[in-house]
């Protein structure tokens, strides 16, 4: 039985990659990566911040239908153990967030209260404040006390805040750049700012 032995011109016909191809897809690869990862980052922080903002406006959507549905006060407040309202004035809302009906209107959740929602903490990084404060109340018409704005902010960066007009009607409105210089405004119409 013979055994065949290759020799260098047979060479060519086995498949498989040079040297010189590897480091050219390992450069284009690598190259590419460059790229992505920046705008992956910034993907995924713009990602959080909508995030916030559509769960903070369905959570105030619901705060006022429940309020006109029971013909209660409903108050949606920060909170930081999913158990009490935070009483600071400048309560991080980012530490999450509850909706109950508040059956004697004292604006705080007592016993036999009925919790309607509980919201986590959301996305580290993220600073969301309330120019209305720790507590949002609805009267039984689904009206606010006052009217405000609930900020978003990424960093002290106010061109990358998102913020939620509130008005007295219990209303939510997404705040736009009307002066068109990258800023949002609040519901008073003055830039935001993040701290």
């Known amino acids: ?83 009490s309202c935070q009483t600071s004035v400048t309560a991080n809302w980012n530490d999450g967030w509850l909706v109950f009906v508040d059956e004697n209107g004292d604006g705080v959740l007592d016993a036999g209260e009925t919790v309607l929602k509980r919201e986590d903490p959301g996305a580290n990084g993220l600073t969301i404040t309330s120019s209305l404060g720790a507590l949002i109340s609805l009267a039984p018409r689904g009206r606010l006390r006052d009217q405000g704005t609930v900020l978003i902010c990424d960093g002290s960066d106010a061109e990358k805040a998102m913020a939620l007009n509130l008005w007295v009607t219990g209303l939510g409105r997404i705040a736009t750049d009307s002066d068109g210089d990258g800023i949002v405004e609040d519901i008073a119409g003055a830039n935001v700012t993040c701290q």
């Open 1 to 83: 039985m013979a055994t065949r032995v290759d020799t260098p011109g047979d060479m060519k016909n086995h498949n498989g990659f040079t040297l010189i191809e590897l480091l050219i897809t390992v450069v284009i690869l690598g190259i590419m990566a460059s790229i992505a990862v920046p705008n992956f980052g910034t993907f995924v922080r713009n990602s959080q911040r909508s995030g916030a903002y559509n769960a903070l406006a369905g959570t105030i959507n619901l705060a006022r239908l429940e309020a006109i549905k029971r013909s209660r006060v409903v108050v949606l407040c920060a909170s930081n153990n999913s158990t």
